[in-house]
């Protein structure tokens, strides 16, 4: 492969701000997958991700879709996604399924789940690295390379509206998307720094402490609390907070000693696990780091924590919630999905095309 933009190469990446800004920006939805850059040479592609590690052997369709589709010598940056059976919205988590070690479950779910790609920036075309070009120049040769694209290639949509970038952060949640992002039309293209702003939908909600995981620094720091929420069938894991420094992992450390729990008698023993109950001994997203820890010490579900987080997948939170107290007003009974907002369904057809 011989590209004037050689993997591996650190996508541009965004810092989050509050609230959609004004000016010389161009707005695109925020795609809910993995982020990705095709890298294609003639009859060799390669897939690179945000940590660097190819995900070419995963995702043999968008190969031959890149093969089929993109230009014989280019750079395209963009996000693998995944469009639940039915095609009404994006599944992240049946696209995490598809990390896989064995190349037969590999050939097999990408039959059977397959993925799609969707471009949003040109780093490279024939012999001419674009990166140093504006993002409105870049942008133009992306529309005109993929002006006849077809699925399961696809161009995301773009505005220079705000108006029309504020309708699509209300609705196009409902299709599975993840907020808003805003992209300088004067910007290079600037490889693993936060060059751009992402909006993110923001909520919170009242969950049960159920557990915490101990700090790769030492035995006596919290690495983050573990999140529960209940429903019929019992109490249920729904996700993680964490970002602490490290002087109020060890306060946390202390403070939760009184509550260690007996596992054998915890709503998330391994005896629930193994009756296919979500715990924290579900392993999400470990493919991506064989062998992770995911032991966690028990803690009698007693204190309940409000946490701040943007959006759900199935019945989990998408990303690490955010701490913002403690709840001592709150029974732990009482923290159910009835108090999480549903977003308004939305045709994720419209969001493509």
């Given at each position: 492969?011989?590209?004037?933009?050689?993997?591996?190469?650190?996508?541009?990446?965004?810092?989050?701000?509050?609230?959609?800004p004004?000016?010389?920006?161009?707005y695109?939805?925020?795609?809910d997958?993995?982020?990705?850059?095709?890298?294609?040479?003639?009859?060799?592609?390669?897939?690179?991700?945000?940590?660097?590690?190819?995900?070419?052997?995963?995702?043999?369709?968008?190969?031959?879709?890149?093969?089929?589709?993109l230009?014989?010598?280019?750079?395209?940056?963009?996000?693998?996604?995944?469009?639940?059976?039915?095609?009404?919205?994006?599944?992240?988590?049946?696209?995490?399924?598809?990390?896989?070690?064995a190349?037969?479950r590999?050939?097999?779910?990408?039959?059977?789940?397959?993925?799609?790609?969707?471009?949003?920036?040109?780093?490279?075309?024939?012999?001419v690295?674009?990166?140093?070009l504006?993002?409105?120049?870049?942008?133009?040769?992306?529309?005109?390379?993929?002006?006849?694209?077809?699925?399961p290639?696809?161009?995301?949509?773009?505005?220079?509206?705000?108006v029309?970038?504020?309708?699509?952060?209300r609705h196009?949640?409902?299709?599975?998307?993840?907020?808003?992002?805003?992209?300088?039309?004067?910007?290079?293209y600037?490889?693993?720094?936060?060059?751009?702003?992402?909006?993110?939908?923001?909520?919170?909600?009242?969950?049960?402490?159920?557990?915490?995981?101990?700090?790769?620094?030492g035995?006596d720091?919290?690495?983050?609390?573990?999140?529960?929420?209940?429903?019929?069938?019992?109490?249920?894991?729904?996700?993680?907070?964490?970002?602490?420094?490290m002087?109020?992992?060890k306060?946390?450390?202390?403070?939760?000693?009184?509550?260690?729990?007996?596992?054998?008698e915890?709503?998330?023993?391994?005896?629930e696990?193994?009756?296919?109950?979500?715990?924290?001994l579900t392993?999400?997203?470990?493919?991506?780091?064989?062998g992770k820890?995911?032991?966690?010490?028990?803690?009698?579900?007693?204190?309940?924590?409000?946490?701040?987080?943007?959006?759900?997948?199935g019945?989990?939170?998408?990303?690490?919630?955010?701490?913002?107290?403690?709840?001592?007003?709150?029974?732990?009974e009482?923290?159910?999905?009835?108090?999480?907002?549903e977003?308004?369904?939305?045709?994720?057809?419209?969001v493509?095309?």
């Open positions: 492969m011989q590209l004037p933009v050689m993997p591996p190469v650190k996508p541009m990446l965004a810092k989050s701000v509050a609230r959609i004004e000016g010389e920006l161009c695109e939805p925020k795609w997958g993995f982020r990705s850059i095709i890298f294609r040479d003639g009859d060799t592609v390669e897939i690179g991700s945000r940590n660097e590690k190819p995900m070419t052997r995963y995702f043999p369709e968008v190969v031959e879709a890149a093969l089929e589709q230009p014989p010598r280019c750079v395209v940056d963009g996000e693998i996604i995944l469009v639940r059976p039915g095609g009404d919205r994006l599944d992240f988590e049946m696209l995490q399924q598809r990390i896989h070690p190349a037969s590999v050939k097999l779910l990408a039959a059977e789940t397959p993925a799609s790609f969707v471009a949003f920036d040109l780093l490279a075309l024939d012999d690295d674009l990166m140093p504006p993002f409105s120049a870049r942008r133009n040769a992306l529309e005109e390379l993929l002006s006849e694209a077809a699925g290639v696809h161009l995301t949509r773009t505005t220079r509206d705000h029309q970038a504020e309708e699509w952060f196009f949640e409902g299709a599975g998307l993840d907020g808003v992002v805003a992209k300088p039309l004067d910007g290079t600037q490889p693993d720094k936060r060059a751009m702003f992402k909006i993110k939908h923001e909520r919170t909600a009242d969950c049960v402490l159920a557990g915490y995981r101990v700090h790769k620094s035995p720091l919290v690495g983050s609390l573990l999140l529960g929420l209940y429903d019929g069938g019992g109490l249920t894991h729904v996700g993680v907070a964490g970002a602490f420094s002087q109020r992992r306060e946390l450390f202390e403070e939760l000693q009184p509550l260690i729990a007996d596992s054998g915890h709503p998330w023993s391994r005896s696990h193994e009756a296919g109950k979500r715990t924290p392993s999400e997203g470990s493919r991506w780091s064989a820890d995911l032991s966690f010490v028990p803690l009698r579900p007693e204190r309940v924590i409000e946490v701040k987080y943007d959006h759900m997948e019945e989990r939170f998408r990303h690490t919630t955010q701490f913002v107290r403690w709840r001592p007003d709150r029974e732990p009482s923290c159910t999905y009835e108090q999480l907002e977003p308004v369904k939305y045709d994720l057809a419209d493509l095309s």
